[in-house]
């Protein structure tokens, strides 16, 4: 039988859970705003029950590190140390951006992706990520605190045709750059986890407690 993973994401307006079980994906997502404390916990539940799974069962617990609201990715990140924990599995972290680009590839198949999340009025976390010939994915190094009027000098100074995925709808304005294909709307989800945390199960990168430190981003650039 395959391993069981629980993966958890709360990092931007939205909670959703995620369980690997018997190499199937199943998943609840539900948005929310400043409701995640609320909405997270009975969305473990249920997601057990559906799929018959007990929490002693779970071999991984995975989370969402960020970046994204303050708040709740505290309350993945918390979550996911108790399970850890209590449980004594290995606990594994991934970025949001890193997230958000294998959403991109699972709904559109796109392997250049930028990824732009709100972080406030006037800054956006950005990322460029690239999915090379192993169906890796290369860009955590560029994960940045970005001013927004610097994104337009960011994008032109692109080589190629990248896909933008971002949780701000303002980023249509950029749709008719000469190095953006597409522009899509939309908000992580826990079920883009498990690809990560499957690679890092079989390359063995586990219970680093660096490594699963929450991602804020707080230099700028």
Not at 164 to 182: A, G, M, T
Request: aromatic share 10%; charged share 25%.
């Amino acid at each position: 039988m395959s391993n069981i993973i629980l993966a958890i994401d709360s990092s931007i307006n939205c909670c959703s859970i995620a369980i690997y079980k018997n190499k199937y994906i199943y998943s609840l997502s539900e948005k929310c705003e400043k409701q995640h404390t609320t909405k997270i916990l009975p969305m473990i539940q249920k997601i057990l029950f559906q799929t018959k799974t007990k929490f002693d069962e779970l071999d991984y617990i995975s989370f969402s590190k960020g970046p994204g609201n303050f708040t709740s990715i505290r309350i993945a990140a918390s979550i996911a140390q108790s399970l850890s924990f209590s449980l004594n599995i290995p606990i594994i972290s991934i970025s949001t951006l890193a997230i958000m680009a294998e959403k991109a590839w699972r709904k559109y198949k796109k392997k250049q992706i930028i990824v732009v999340i709100n972080a406030k009025k006037t800054e956006v976390y950005w990322a460029k990520y690239i999915r090379n010939k192993k169906s890796i994915w290369i860009g955590e190094h560029t994960e940045s605190l970005l001013k927004k009027k610097l994104i337009i000098n960011e994008i032109n100074n692109l080589k190629n045709k990248w896909t933008l995925v971002s949780n701000e709808w303002q980023l249509i304005e950029f749709k008719n750059s000469s190095n953006i294909n597409k522009i899509k709307i939309f908000l992580p989800n826990a079920k883009d986890i498990i690809p990560f945390t499957l690679l890092k199960i079989r390359n063995k990168q586990l219970c680093c407690s660096e490594e699963n430190s929450i991602n804020y981003l707080y230099n700028t650039f």
